[in-house]
């Protein structure tokens, strides 16, 4: 069956521009999570939704990041006036479990912001 | 607060060799522990987990895993290596009880495997 999905795949911004991540899980899948991965790092966790309820945001690193699942299902990251740190690999990951550390990932977008 | 320590960065194995790929974690209650492997251009994928059942704890492509409470080591084998594994390793540890959701990742090692 189909995965987890991200679009686009590549994102180039110019800094202070705004950009908006798409992920679609698995389908009927409840869980779903965000990471965002440095060049050369691993994973950071950023932000959970158990289905249409954002649970735990306390991995975003600044009020410019904002992610929404309004119907439960497809998922949007939003950074708003991109910084140059803002250049990662941004992971989407869905569960069909609640709270569930086990998770199917995305292949991710890469952002660079210039 | 949980963490996992990936000790080498880089490894290098030729093809029909064995795999040693080290992590140490820090933990303060019991941990779940986990190793996902990470190719080019596609997805995190689970290789196996360690949830307080079994020490020694397979995983898919031959890949196993044994959890060693005394020395707070999961250190990641392969009797024999193959061109296939070339990928980038990254060992878990899960957050806590409350929030067992929220993975924390290892920097990650990255396995090269000679002809």
């Known amino acids: 069956g189909a995965g987890v999905s991200q679009s686009p795949r590549y994102k180039v911004a110019k800094r202070g521009q705004d950009v908006a991540l798409r992920c679609d899980p698995i389908s009927g899948h409840v869980s779903l999570f965000w990471y965002q991965q440095a060049l050369g790092q691993g994973p950071e966790f950023l932000t959970y939704?158990?289905?249409?309820?954002?649970?735990?945001k306390s991995g975003l690193p600044s009020d410019r990041f904002f992610a929404e699942r309004p119907e439960g299902s497809v998922s949007t990251l939003k950074i708003q006036r991109t910084q140059q740190e803002d250049s990662a690999v941004y992971l989407c990951?869905?569960?069909?479990?609640?709270?569930?550390?086990?998770?199917?990932f995305g292949p991710g977008t890469r952002l660079t912001v210039t | 607060a949980q963490s996992v320590t990936q000790l080498d960065s880089h490894v290098s194995v030729s093809e029909g060799t064995p795999v040693l790929l080290r992590c140490n974690y820090s933990?303060?209650?019991?941990?779940?522990l986990f190793w996902y492997v990470q190719h080019p251009n596609k997805g995190l994928q689970l290789l196996l987990k360690?949830?307080?059942?079994?020490?020694l704890v397979k995983g898919i492509n031959g890949f196993e895993a044994e959890f060693k409470k005394s020395e707070t080591s999961f250190h990641l084998t392969k009797p024999s290596a193959h061109m296939s594994d070339a990928a980038e390793y990254f060992c878990v540890v899960s957050d806590g009880e409350d929030s067992s959701y929220k993975l924390i990742f290892g920097s990650g090692t990255r396995l090269l495997v000679r002809p």
């Open positions: 360690y949830t307080s059942a079994a020490t």
């Open positions: 939704f158990q289905n249409e309820a954002q649970l735990d």
């Open positions: 933990s303060s209650y019991s941990p779940s």
């Open positions: 990951a869905s569960s069909p479990l609640l709270q569930a550390y086990e998770q199917y």
